[in-house]
Nanobody
Framework: QVQLVESGGGLVPAGGSLRLSCAASGRTVSRYTMGWFRQAPGKERDIVAATNWNGDFKYYSNSVKGRFTISRDNAKNTVYLQMNSLEPEDTAVYYC???????????????WGQGTQVTVSS
């Protein structure tokens, strides 16, 4: 089993930055695809970014491309989401997820964190 714990969320003004972290425990996720998803109130959970096990392949949704960066440190069993130029539309609960195969679909992930709230004020 893999346990994922997100941290780094909070309240930030528009234009600001936050760095989310997702620490994995239970087993190494160095060979797993890692993804970040978000869910805003009243909306479905959508993918934000994903990276394959060694970072060679990365995906970003159109809404965050150029502003967010996903990275991972396999030695620390941790994945990060650097979020810059934040907008009020980025307000959501952000979830970290791990999957055995590369996927940009929610169904492709096997393990999920509990989520961290990101609120961007206008």
């Amino acid at each position: 089993q893999v346990q994922l714990v997100e941290s780094g969320g909070g309240l930030v003004p528009a234009g600001g930055s936050l760095r989310l972290s997702c620490a994995a425990s239970g087993r190494t996720v160095s060979r797993y695809t890692m993804g970040w998803f978000r869910q805003a109130p009243g909306k479905e959970r959508d993918i934000v970014a994903a990276t394959n096990w060694n970072g060679d392949f990365k995906y970003y949704s159109n809404s965050v491309k150029g502003r967010f960066t996903i990275s991972r440190d396999n030695a620390k069993n941790t994945v990060y989401l650097q979020m810059n130029s934040l907008e009020p539309e980025d307000t959501a609960v952000y979830y970290c997820a791990a999957g055995k195969f590369y996927s940009t679909s929610e169904q492709g992930y096997d393990y999920w964190g509990q989520g961290t709230q990101v609120t961007v004020s206008s």
